[in-house]
């Protein structure tokens, strides 16, 4: 395939997962003069099916490694040469940092710092060093701890850092390494703290996802706790559009949180969704609601996050476009009417972590 006419070449890494997908297909479409190159592990969250629609455009390419090994990374570096970096590949779900952290120390951490070392080594080499490189860090709010139930406040760029879970732990890490990369070497580095995804694409061990699987399978719903923790929920597609304007547009050294302006408590979310579901069935009212059922609590569960996304907005004029309800109404309708896609990521693997972790629930 002819490359050499393509003037930037974009490594996007996490691409076959659930955000990194729909950042991919964007960036394909929009920047046909950029070749975008999707460096991903393919662990049991990435899925090469994500991708269908743009996988033989010329200016797009799939790596498939580890972001972990050193020698491949400086191989993939020195192939492509990148001017840009988009790093959104991670272990990302809390309940797995919880019975495993060891995996997240690895992917999130010592994985973050490898691909900037590689990013710094290459653009250090090139004539003109930094100018016009970008290293961007996806990472999540939940590096600011958790906020009160009705107490007004927001996680804002200032807001301390304070997690709690595993998880959280890595990816406030590996944000403190990137931030050391830009004030140390002076890598031009953007970091993105964004708030809970949901819509199309995404591994159903996450609450929608793993809820619908659930209706669709008859199986209960199990809410942690009472219910009452609440998160800031933002469509996938509002995501990768923040991400793309940060990427092009953000100032190196700053720090965006990206948030759906959207808090809705557990419970509440579950019965809308719930709703939504039994409706595109044409299921009597209420029918899924019956299948909720509350289990002990998730360990060091968070009980609110709500992101201030003035930042975004004032300096680079993004805020979210989909409004909730059709959003979750969008997503439901893509997991019925793709209910293969949904059989095939949880036989196997998946199928017996998920039996180990809940039982037959
Ligand atoms: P995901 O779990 O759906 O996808 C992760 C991708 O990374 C997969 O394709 C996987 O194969 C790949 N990957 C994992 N380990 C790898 C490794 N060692 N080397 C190469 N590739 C590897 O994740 P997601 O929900 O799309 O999240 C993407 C990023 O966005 C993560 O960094 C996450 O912390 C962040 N984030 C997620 C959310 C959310 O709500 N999902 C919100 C804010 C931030
Ligand atoms: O806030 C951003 C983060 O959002 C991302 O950084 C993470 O990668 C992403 O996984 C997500 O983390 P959460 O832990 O908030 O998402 P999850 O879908 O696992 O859970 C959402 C809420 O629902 C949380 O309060 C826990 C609860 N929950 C979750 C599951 C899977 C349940 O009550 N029952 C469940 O079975």
């Known amino acids: 395939m002819q490359t050499q006419n393509l003037a930037h070449t974009i490594i996007v890494t996490g691409g076959a ?3 990194g997908s729909h ?23 990435g899925n090469l099916e994500n991708l269908k629609e743009i996988e033989s455009s010329p200016n797009y390419r799939f790596v498939r490694a580890d972001i972990c090994d050193v020698e491949t990374i400086k191989q993939i570096f ?37 691909l900037l070392r590689a990013s710094q080594e290459l653009w250090e080499s090139m004539p003109d060093r930094f100018n016009g490189k970008k290293f961007h860090h996806v990472s999540t709010d939940e590096v ?13 760029e200032t807001t301390r850092y304070n997690p709690h879970s595993p998880y959280s732990a890595s990816k406030a890490s590996s944000d403190h390494f990137v931030r050391a990369w830009h004030d140390t070497y002076g890598l031009p580095t953007v970091v993105t703290n964004c708030s809970n995804n949901y819509g199309p694409n995404q591994f159903p061990e ?5 809820f619908i699987n659930n209706i669709r399978n008859g199986r209960p719903l199990p809410v942690y706790g009472t219910g009452e923790n609440i998160r800031d929920w933002l469509y996938v597609e509002d995501h990768a559009e923040a991400l793309d304007l940060v990427f092009h547009k953000g100032t190196p050294g700053e720090t965006y ?15 809308a969704l719930a709703d ?13 609601r019956q299948l ?10 968070d009980m609110r996050y709500a992101i201030d996304a003035s930042k975004i907005e004032r300096e680079l004029g993004w805020k979210p476009r989909t409004e909730f309800i059709d959003g979750l109404r969008q997503t439901v309708e893509w997991y019925l009417n793709h209910q293969d896609w949904l059989d095939s990521v949880t036989s196997g693997a998946y199928k017996e972590y998920y039996e180990k972790m809940y039982g037959n629930r």
Do not use: C, M
Not at 90 to 107: G, K, N, Y
Not at 276 to 288: I, M
């Open 292 to 301: 909720i059922t509350f289990v002990s609590d998730r360990k060091g569960h």
């Open 17 to 19: 997962g659930f955000i």
């Open 206 to 210: 996450k609450l929608i996802p793993l």
């Open 257 to 271: 949180n990206i948030g759906g302006l959207n808090e809705w408590r557990n419970i509440d979310l579950v019965k």
């Open 23 to 45: 950042l991919v297909k964007r960036l394909v479409s929009n920047y046909p003069d950029t070749l975008i190159v999707n460096l991903d592990a393919l662990t049991y969250a």
């Open 276 to 288: 939504t579901v039994d409706s595109a069935l044409g299921n009597p009212a209420g029918q899924s």
């Open 144 to 156: 600011y701890g958790a906020l009160t139930p009705g107490d007004g406040q927001l996680f804002r």
């Open 78 to 114: 020195d192939k492509f040469r990148p001017d840009g970096v988009i790093h959104l590949a991670a272990e990302s779900h809390v309940d797995r940092s919880i019975t495993d952290p060891l995996a997240f120390a690895q992917t999130n951490v010592l994985g973050t710092i490898n």
